[in-house]
């Protein structure tokens, strides 16, 4: 332990001399503190920009929800086909093919209008899609 001590005493002495002198030392100190005012500035800096940072995404985060709440829709498959009810349709009830979601119509035979690429369709009996979106209710 004794032996531990001397060489610590030994290397500081060593480190002193090398480095000349207290004065050298203390500047280096005085640098010290200036780098750790200069980091705690930046820090201060960083925090207020992170500050700005989350309050901006929390107004973007309300946005995205009232923009989510205007384009809800309701959406039933009802008899095979899509039903969907929002903003865009007035808030009424209005077909729409399940596979590709083009708006379909029709009695009878209900088939998506892209028949070359979807090719959807059901049959619905001697009922039409109005007569559908009246069972579905309001
Ligand atoms: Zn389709």
Redesign the pocket.
Known sequence: MMNWLKKMFGWFEKLINEHGSAKILEARLVQKDDEISALRMKNQDLQLTLEKEQIQHQKTRDELQRLRNEHSEEIRIYKEIEFRRSKRTDGKWAAF??????P?SGRGVVQ???QK????FVLIGKLSTDDLIKELGS
């Open positions: 093919c399940p596979k590709c979601h083009l379909v998506c209008k892209d690429r979807c090719g959807w």
